[in-house]
Every structure is written in C-alpha cells, then in structure tokens.
C-alpha cells in the first residue's frame, strides 16, 4: 500500500497509476494527513451483480389492452381524484 499527499500525486500520478496496474498496488491519497481517497485496480461487475437489478418475476404489472399509463386523466377520473385529496371540513 502506497500513501501518499496530493501535491505528491499530482506530479507522480503516472508512476502511481502504474504501480497499481502492474504492481496491483493500492494507492491511499491524503489531504494533510487525512485519507481522502484510494487508488486501486479496477475490476469489473460480475454479472450476478448486475442480475440483481432485474424485477423479480412475480413483480410483473400487466395493464390492460389498451390502457397507456402515461396519458392524461378524464375530467371525471381527475375530479374524482382530486376530491380525494382535499382534507375533510371539521364542524
């Protein structure tokens, strides 16, 4: 493991970015004695990873022939919903 500040990275960052690609080297940049960030090889997702995103089967919503889920309510969906939506008069 290499530590080092940034002014230092700055100017050998190409030697640091070497030394983890050949050396698989893990880099460890420090602001005034803080670790900040680390440098370290890049691996690739593995595509179970990726897999897990996927909505489970069960989850699948069918709509109905026809109906498109982005399009505008009628007047009376919307005055029905909107009814819904205002608070109840307390007397």
Excluded: C
């Excluded at 100017?11 to 698989?24: F, G, H, I, M, Q």
């Excluded at 090889?41 to 897999?51: G, K, N, S, T």
């Excluded at 109905?64 to 008069?89: I, N, S």
């Amino acid at each position: 493991m290499i530590t080092v500040n940034i002014n230092e990275a700055r100017t050998r960052l190409s030697a640091l970015v070497k030394a983890v690609e050949e050396d698989n080297e893990t880099v460890i940049l420090q602001r005034r004695g803080t670790p900040v960030a680390e440098l370290h090889r890049f691996q690739p997702r593995r595509q179970a990873e990726v897999d897990r995103l996927k909505t489970h089967p069960q989850l699948n919503v069918a709509f109905a022939p026809g109906y498109l889920p982005t399009e505008p309510l009628r007047p009376d969906e919307l005055a029905d919903w909107m009814g819904k939506l205002k608070p109840a008069r307390s007397r």
